[in-house]
């Protein structure tokens, strides 16, 4: 099943832990995003980056490439639990690109047996976020695994 949501960030705390040059530097970052749409609740996300070029006064001259892990707990298409998403990116021109991938055994409730992957984009104006999900049991994904659906 495939759900695309947008998303709103409530916090953003980055810092930088090492400095490798006046324009090249390693930051960690703490970040909570809110969900209201197909996935709605909360996810917590520590991401580390690497930045080859930093402008501390305009932030869209940067470049970074990060990594990260979301922790979300909430509902995905009324369904309650959380999961563990592993976050791989780019940020360039002012917008960040990920690739995501749920992590395998993280799913908890009704979420529990979740695997999937996904993407975002996020800049200034808006977020996209997309994920193609597998593994949870109900009718409709008994119906595909058994072929008793038609596509």
């Known amino acids: 099943m495939k759900i695309t949501s947008s998303f709103e960030m409530q916090q953003w705390d980055e810092k930088t832990y090492h400095t490798i040059s006046d324009s090249s530097r390693l930051t960690r970052a703490s970040s909570i995003f809110m969900f209201n749409d197909e996935i709605e609740g909360e996810a917590k996300i520590e991401w580390l980056m690497y930045y080859p070029k930093f402008d501390a ?69 808006e977020t996209r976020f997309e994920l193609e999900y597998v593994g949870l049991s109900d009718e409709r994904d008994e119906d595909w695994l058994f072929g008793t659906r038609s596509a």
């Open 57 to 125: 006064n305009d932030s869209r001259r940067s470049t970074a490439e990060y990594i990260g892990l979301i922790y979300f707990e909430g509902s995905l298409n009324g369904r309650k639990g959380s999961f563990v998403i592993e976050d791989e990116g780019v940020y360039r021109g002012g917008v960040a690109k990920s690739q995501l991938r749920v992590i395998p055994e993280s799913g908890t409730g009704e979420l529990k047996g979740i695997s999937g992957e996904g993407t975002y984009t996020a800049n200034r104006e």
